[in-house]
């Protein structure tokens, strides 16, 4: 029987945004209104504006839209009867998360070290479900790697990091099974996916938030994980789904949408597949699957930048 790691994976499932976006309209001279908005954090917003009054307009009275710039037009309100102003009350929410995006369940990603080396990824329990007879998370798909010394992180996928964790040290009295706070990082991908990544040493994170990064980009280096010598890479991907066929539309709160898991396919020389538990793996790429995502200007920077 195959053995498999526990892990407790406690994620929050949505962030509620206060001033994560900034919605202010302007009234134009032929008495249009335009909303835009302004976001002050970094990653998608899910954002909806609702109408409790309306007059002199045919507009919705609940409009729902993802925005991943940093700023930009939202929504444009015309006026039926153009010489009258139109008349109009509204609130506006924030969720976190490009919800209901359109995975690519397909994508090749890179196995998260440098090319050639040799690893072997753990697949991971949910210790709700092992232990608190919990349902597993929807999708639930997790791995570790593990090495007996220190190890640098590399992007599996072009994206931006949307969040950094770079606070926390490791207990060097005990020998641990999993510590719930690890310096990690979050980057969100094109499709709207975000790839977590934990267990870095505090200060040796070597990205920011905000940044774009590619496939082999240098994360992090691996902290000691307790008193052996271990260090060890958690890493999952999620996505942001309505419960119960809720559309964007209809979206009231974070009760609505959840946390899915992606089983990811990763590159492996002679397919793309999914990693088997403690098969042993050679860390690999083809131009095809490193600049699958790039342009033109990012990958002649690339190959400048790493003597490609």
Known sequence: MKKLILLLLIIPIVSLGQRKVDINYVV????????????NAVGSYLVVLEFSNLSNTRAQRRVSKVIK???????????????????????????????????????????????????KAAELYSLENRYLNEELPKGWK????????????KAIRKGVVIEIKDLYDPDYSISASFYSEQNSIKIEHQDGSIAIYKGFDKNKIRVKEGEMVYPQTNL???????????????????SFTTKDNVSLFNISSVDDYEITYITPKFYTG???????????????????????????????????????
């Open 28 to 39: 134009n001279q032929d008495n249009s209104v335009n909303f835009n908005y302004k976001k």
């Open 69 to 119: 710039n940093n700023s930009g037009s939202f929504l444009k309100l015309k006026p039926i009867n153009e010489e009258n102003g139109i008349g109009f009350q509204y609130s506006s929410m924030i969720f976190q998360g490009n919800i209901n995006s359109r995975i690519d369940f397909d994508h090749p990603y890179i196995i998260p070290f440098s090319k050639g080396e040799k690893v």
């Open 142 to 153: 997790s791995y570790s790697f593990t090495f007996d010394t220190h190890k640098e992180v």
């Open 220 to 238: 992090g280096q691996l902290v000691k994980f307790d008193n052996r010598e271990i260090y060890r890479l958690y890493l999952s991907l999620i």
């Open 270 to 308: 002679s397919s793309i597949e999914i990693l088997k538990n403690q098969k042993e793996y050679e860390v690999d790429y083809d131009e095809k699957t490193l600049f699958k995502e790039m342009r033109k200007k990012e990958i002649k920077k690339f190959k400048l930048n790493n003597n490609i």
